[in-house]
């Protein structure tokens, strides 16, 4: 599956807990090249309406982050849906 796919996935699985309009407009970047720009500002409505993601959709936004060749900062890490537990 391409990046652009798994962002395009992504986003559509959000549209239940973030307005689709601002799911559609983030998507909207994909088509004028702008890969990087869609994520990103997905990854940033997921923080902005506290939207809760599941640790799978976590695993793929830290997979859509490598293949972009992007730093896990916080932008990133403020999402993970288990930030606030301990890791065993």
Known sequence: MSVNSKIKALGEGLKDR???SIIDFDLEY?????NILAFETLC??????DAVIT???YNLI???ANELNL???N??????????????
Do not use: G, M, Q, V
Request: glycine content about 0%; aromatic content about 10%.
């Open 62 to 64: 830290i997979n859509i």
């Open 75 to 88: 932008r990133y890490l403020y999402i993970n849906p288990i930030r606030n537990r301990t890791f065993l």
């Open 30 to 34: 994909i088509e004028h090249s702008e």
């Open 18 to 20: 973030i307005d689709a």
């Open 44 to 49: 940033d409505h997921i923080a902005d309406y």
């Open 55 to 57: 640790k799978d959709e």
């Open 71 to 73: 730093i896990i900062d």
